[in-house]
């Protein structure tokens, strides 16, 4: 067969050197959650922060760094890109942490009567991270009961009454359980008990949060907090407690058991007497 013709058209310039084609190299905005490599270091992680002159990664291990946007100086779906801030959004109404509506310039709202019980200190902390400006706004308190050992006793002493509502969240509330047990005994038109079927509150954070892909089994009669920082390596409970805590921004993070509860109760004691 006789050989096929190459084309040369528009390969070189009139004195014959080499025509040299640019590659078009994409700009591809730095939304968080992109995820991109700088080809230099082969480091590789999601955007979390973003500015003008320099991109902040973070791996999946949680470890973070800031590269200067230059041209061409990363590598998106294996292809060079050039990283550019994202236009800005139209701007809506300002969210909390828990995904309400922002109060601009708020100022706390005096106390309720009403109060929402919690078992122990990280359960408080939680709350106050996510739904904290909703607390405020609508003036109610949330208090540690440090246990549910007697909570019918504890109940009895604080005379729930329509002006006066209980919201009560627990772990581990499932069929069976002891915790079920104990809401039953306490239920009432004044009382509301809530919870999520997790061993402890730290389990109703999601694993990836807290850079694990799930959290471990611990056996029964080992405490858990204690179990699963040992699993982990993460230290003593107080440890694993700032790990977990900190690594928590908003709603979007925890499990959907304890956001219902929690909202549940939220709108339980704020019902107009």
């Known amino acids: 067969m006789p050989a096929r013709p190459h084309d040369y058209s528009g390969a070189f310039a009139a004195d014959g050197t080499r025509v040299k084609v640019r590659k078009e190299i994409p700009q591809v905005s730095a939304e968080p959650g992109l995820v991109v490599e700088d080809p230099a270091s082969g480091f590789c992680g999601a955007v979390v922060a973003v500015d003008i002159r320099q991109v902040t ?156 892909r799930a959290w471990p089994e611990i056996p029964r009669g080992t405490d858990w907090k204690t179990g699963v920082c040992a699993a982990l390596r993460w230290g003593e409970p107080a440890d694993g407690a700032r790990r977990v805590l900190g690594a928590v921004r908003d709603f979007r993070d925890l499990e959907t058991p304890l956001i219902g509860a929690v909202e549940q109760l939220i709108d339980f004691v704020t019902v107009p007497a």
């Not at 294996?78 to 801030?85: C, K, N, Q």
Request: net charge positive; glycine share 10%; proline share 8%.
């Open 57 to 212: 990664l973070e791996d999946r291990h949680g470890r973070r760094r800031v590269f200067p946007l230059l041209p061409a100086g990363f590598l998106h779906e294996g292809r060079p890109a050039t990283l550019v801030v994202p236009k800005a959004a139209p701007k809506g109404p300002a969210r909390s942490a828990s995904g309400s509506v922002r109060v601009q310039g708020l100022k706390a709202r005096t106390a309720r009567a009403s109060r929402i019980w919690v078992e122990g200190v990280h359960d408080a902390e939680l709350l106050e991270r996510v739904w904290g400006h909703d607390l405020r706004v609508e003036g109610i308190v949330v208090e540690p009961m440090h246990g549910m050992d007697d909570l019918a006793a504890a109940v009895r002493d604080f005379a729930p009454a329509p002006h006066r509502r209980l919201g009560v969240l627990v772990d581990h509330l499932v069929e069976g359980s002891k915790e079920t047990r104990a809401a039953r005994d306490v239920a009432g038109p004044d009382v509301l008990v809530t919870g999520h079927p997790f061993v402890d509150v730290w389990q109703a954070v999601k694993p990836s949060v807290v850079g694990i």
